[in-house]
């Protein structure tokens, strides 16, 4: 396609929820800003999904959609709808392919305006730069394949990092639980939780790595989101050395703590995506999801996992051996 970069004034890229989709759009935005540098690159996202892009480098605005409901949902759709006429696009991005979303790149009007043709529905003339899907995508980690959507646009695939913002009062913060509660000992963090049953792995099984850990003088502290405690105590109780709870974190917190951890074993969900910007090695047990979207292993060298495809469906650790995640703990340890 023959874009004149000198017109491209403008840009928009819509992903509207949820948090790690929102966080993963962000992959090709170094590129985006090589390809287009007198560009203001806009953002645009619902409440609370914008909290992960707060004080982005490579975005130059975030328009932010308060959640509402009811009549007063409807009439915040017809002002999303005038705005984003009203802004006077070049180009729109629609990384999130839902009807909503398509209906926010049709009244851009944007000379360009970029998405995905699906199975699904698509609204007649929404867009004009149309993406089909290729072949082995569901192989590729998640944040790599969003390079797909820009590729008509002139960019190529390249070495991409994520990015989130930790403020130095939340580094602080955690610093000093940190001092506080673990007198600054080494420690492996560990997130045995899921709002989803099947991406549980065995608690014996976090119950015996974390046991391991232990006994080399490096605490396990187990970090969990809301509806999770559950799951922490349920490792507790198996344990035969001592562990600590984290403090409630919210996302930047969560990911400063991370920083400071030896090593993170997770289940897998968006704190394995978030762990990236933390830098921390990671290994992530994989059930019923498949890894190949969903795993940053092979794209960032902090990243492993485990998945068994022939797992015993009533197995609870999915034929995944304790004994094999301490070997490869301990290897990156």
């Not at 703590?257 to 030896?262: F, G, M, P, Q, S």
């Not at 492993?304 to 469906?313: A, L, T, W």
Request: net charge positive.
């Amino acid at each position: 396609m023959n874009i004149n970069v000198e017109k491209i004034k403008k840009i928009c890229v819509i992903q509207l929820q949820p948090f790690g989709d929102v966080f993963l759009t962000t992959s090709y935005f170094g590129a985006l800003k090589k390809r287009f540098p007198h560009a203001e690159i806009v953002f645009l996202t619902k409440a609370p999904y914008h909290k992960v892009l707060r004080d982005h480098p490579l975005i130059d605005r975030i328009i932010s959609i308060p959640k509402k409901s009811g009549f007063a949902y409807g009439i915040q759709r017809i002002q999303t709808w005038i705005q984003m006429f009203t802004e006077r696009f070049d180009i729109v991005i629609d990384q999130q392919y839902m009807l909503s979303s398509q209906q926010l790149c049709l009244a851009s009007c944007a000379k360009y305006r970029v998405g995905y043709v699906r199975e699904r529905r698509n609204i007649p003339l929404a867009y004009n730069v149309k993406v089909g899907p290729k072949e082995g995508t569901d192989m590729i980690y998640s944040a790599t394949a969003k390079f797909d959507i820009v590729e008509p646009l002139g960019i190529a695939l390249e070495l991409y990092e994520l990015f989130l913002s930790i403020a130095p009062q939340e580094q602080t913060k955690i610093d000093n639980w940190i001092a506080n509660e673990l007198n600054n000992r080494p420690f492996v963090l560990f997130s045995p939780g899921s709002t989803a049953v099947y991406k549980k792995w065995g608690a014996q099984g976090f119950a015996t790595v974390a046991d391991h850990f232990a006994s080399r003088e490096m605490t396990p502290v187990f970090i969990w989101g809301p509806g999770e405690e559950a799951d922490v105590e349920s490792v507790r109780s198996l344990m035969k050395e001592k562990s600590i709870v984290a403090l409630p974190t919210t996302i930047p917190e969560g990911v400063a703590l991370l920083k400071r951890a030896k090593l993170f074993v997770t289940n897998d969900g968006g704190i394995n995506h978030l762990a990236i910007p933390a830098k921390v090695p990671t290994i992530a047990m994989f059930g019923n999801t498949f890894p190949g979207n969903w795993s940053p292993a092979g794209t960032f060298n902090t990243h492993h996992h485990f998945y068994n495809p022939s797992r015993d469906k009533d197995d609870p650790l999915w034929g995944i051996n304790p004994a094999d995640v301490i070997a490869l703990g301990d290897s990156l340890l």
